[in-house]
C-alpha cells in the first residue's frame, strides 16, 4: 500500500508547458490512494484545460479567488486546512518569484500561504530561466522556509534547447511524494546499484550491446536515497540523469562495470546488480574499422567475469546481495537457477522481449525469488516497483 493512501493532496498548477503532464499526474496519484483537488493559475489554463483536470480529480478544478459559488461550497482557508500535502506542479519561474515574495495575488499564492501543509514544488522552465540568478535566488528563499523542490531535470525542452529545467516526471514525483511520508528506512546504509547495459567494442566505430534502458536500476537507486541510504551508481553508457542525492560514476564496458563495482564494495550494505552486463566481449578489439570482404565473418568473443557471482563470494560482501534475470522465457527456471549458481540472496526476475514492459518500458512487473520464498510484484511504474523492493531490502536487512 502506498503511504499516500488517504493522503488529501493539493495540486497547484501553474502555467507553463509541462502543465500538460499535470493530467497524468493526478491519474498516478489517485492510483496511489490519494485524494486530490486541483487548483489552476490563470497561465496554466493557456495550457490545460479544467475540464481534463475535474475529470481525473473527481473534484470541480478552482481556478480564482473569486468564484462565489465555489467559495461558498468550499472556501479558499477551508481548501488550505483540507490539504495534507500541497504539490505545485509545475512550478514556472513567476510561481516560485510569488511564493519567495509572498504574494497572495491568486488562488493558489493565497493557498501556499494560508496552509501548513508541507508545499512541494517542481519546477519547470527554460534552463536559462531556472538558471538565472533571481530563480535560484527565490528557490534558496524557499528552501529555507521549508519548501521541498523536486527536481527539475535535464534534457531535451519543448522550447528546442537541452539542458536543466525539465519538470520532473509524475510517476517519480509521486514517489517522493510518497516516501517523503515515510521513515528513511535505509538511513545510515549504504547500497551499491549498478544500471544500464554494457557497450564492448569491436572497432573504433562498433560495439556490441543490448537493449537495457537502465531505468530500474536508475530508479532503485533513486528509491534507496529518498529511503535516506548512501547510494553509489554504477552506470553503463545511458542517456538518463542523475537522480538526486546520489554519487554516479560512469562506465562502458563489462571489464570497467567489474571493475568499478568492485573498487567500490567495501563498506556496502546492500548490492542491487541491475545493470544488463555482457556475457561476451570481443577476444580482441581491432585498431582500425573492420572492413568489409567476405560474404560472412567471425567473431571471436570471451568470456567476462560475472560480477555477481564474484560480489556474492567477496570476502567483502554486502548484507544484501539483489541480482536480476531478465529473461524472455521460462521465468521461474532460470532465475532460480541464477540464484544457485551466482548465490545472491535474492533474484528479482523479469520478461523482458515482450511489449510494455521489461528493458525500455516506463513500466514493469517483476517476481522476487530468495531461498525459501518468492514474492510476486504486479505491473506499476518503475518507480513504485522501485520503492516496493527497496521495501523489501530494508526488511531483509531488518531480519538480517
Ligand atoms: N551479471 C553480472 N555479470 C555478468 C552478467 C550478468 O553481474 N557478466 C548479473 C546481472 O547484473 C544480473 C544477473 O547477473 O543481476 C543476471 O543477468 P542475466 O543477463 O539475466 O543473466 P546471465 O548470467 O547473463 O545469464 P544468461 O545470459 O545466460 O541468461
Request: proline share 5%; charged share 20%.
Amino acid at each position: 500500500m502506498s503511504a499516500l493512501q488517504g493522503q488529501r493532496v493539493l495540486l497547484g498548477v501553474s502555467g507553463g508547458i509541462a502543465a500538460y503532464k499535470s493530467a497524468d499526474l493526478v491519474r498516478r496519484l489517485r492510483e496511489a490512494g490519494a485524494e486530490v483537488r486541483v487548483v489552476m493559475t490563470a497561465g496554466a489554463a493557456h495550457f490545460i484545460t479544467a475540464t481534463t483536470l475535474q475529470a481525473l480529480s473527481g473534484h470541480p478544478v478552482r481556478e480564482s479567488l473569486w468564484d462565489a459559488a465555489a467559495e461558498a461550497a468550499m472556501g479558499h482557508i477551508e481548501l488550505a486546512r483540507w490539504a495534507t500535502r500541497v504539490l505545485v506542479a509545475p512550478a514556472t519561474a513567476d510561481l516560485l518569484a510569488r511564493l519567495a515574495q509572498g504574494r497572495a495575488d491568486d488562488l493558489l499564492t493565497t493557498l501556499c500561504l494560508a496552509t501548513e501543509a508541507p508545499i512541494t514544488v517542481a519546477p519547470a522552465m527554460n534552463r536559462l530561466m531556472w538558471a538565472h540568478a533571481a530563480t535560484q535566488a527565490n528557490l534558496a528563499l524557499l528552501r529555507q522556509r521549508g519548501v521541498a523542490v523536486s527536481g527539475p531535470d535535464s534534457g531535451g525542452q519543448a522550447c528546442g534547447e537541452t539542458g536543466e529545467g525539465r519538470m520532473r516526471e509524475p510517476a517519480d514525483l509521486v514517489a517522493e511524494l510518497a516516501a517523503a511520508l515515510l521513515p528513511p528506512r535505509l538511513a545510515g546504509r549504504r547500497v551499491l546499484v549498478s544500471a544500464g547495459p554494457t557497450f564492448e567494442d569491436l572497432d573504433p566505430v562498433r560495439f556490441l550491446g543490448n537493449r537495457s534502458s537502465g531505468r530500474m536500476g536508475f530508479a532503485l537507486a533513486a528509491a534507496a536515497a529518498r529511503a535516506g541510504a548512501e547510494v553509489t551508481l554504477i552506470a553503463g553508457p545511458v542517456k538518463l540523469a542523475t537522480p538526486a542525492g546520489l554519487r554516479r560514476i560512469d562506465v562502458r564496458s563489462a571489464a570497467e562495470m567489474h571493475a568499478a563495482v568492485l573498487a567500490e564494495l567495501p563498506g556496502q550494505d546492500v548490492y542491487v546488480g541491475a545493470a544488463a552486463i555482457a556475457d561476451y566481449r570481443p577476444a580482441a578489439v581491432a585498431e582500425r574499422k573492420i572492413k568489409k570482404s567476405e560474404a560472412t565473418i567471425q567473431l571471436s568473443l570471451e568470456r567476462t567475469a560475472d560480477v555477481l557471482a564474484e560480489v556474492a563470494a567477496h570476502p567483502a560482501r554486502p548484507r544484501c546481495v539483489l541480482g536480476f534475470a531478465a529473461e524472455t522465457d521460462e521465468l521461474a527456471g532460470y532465475a532460480l537457477g541464477k540464484l544457485a549458481s551466482k548465490k545472491p540472496d535474492a533474484i528479482a526476475a523479469n520478461r523482458v522481449g515482450l511489449p510494455g514492459s521489461g528493458f525500455d518500458s516506463e513500466e514493469n512487473a517483476l517476481t522476487l525469488y530468495w531461498n525459501g520464498g518468492e514474492r510476486v510484484f504486479p505491473s506499476t511504474s518503475k518507480a513504485q516497483l522501485a520503492q516496493q523492493l527497496i521495501d523489501w531490502i530494508a526488511d531483509w536487512l531488518e531480519r538480517a
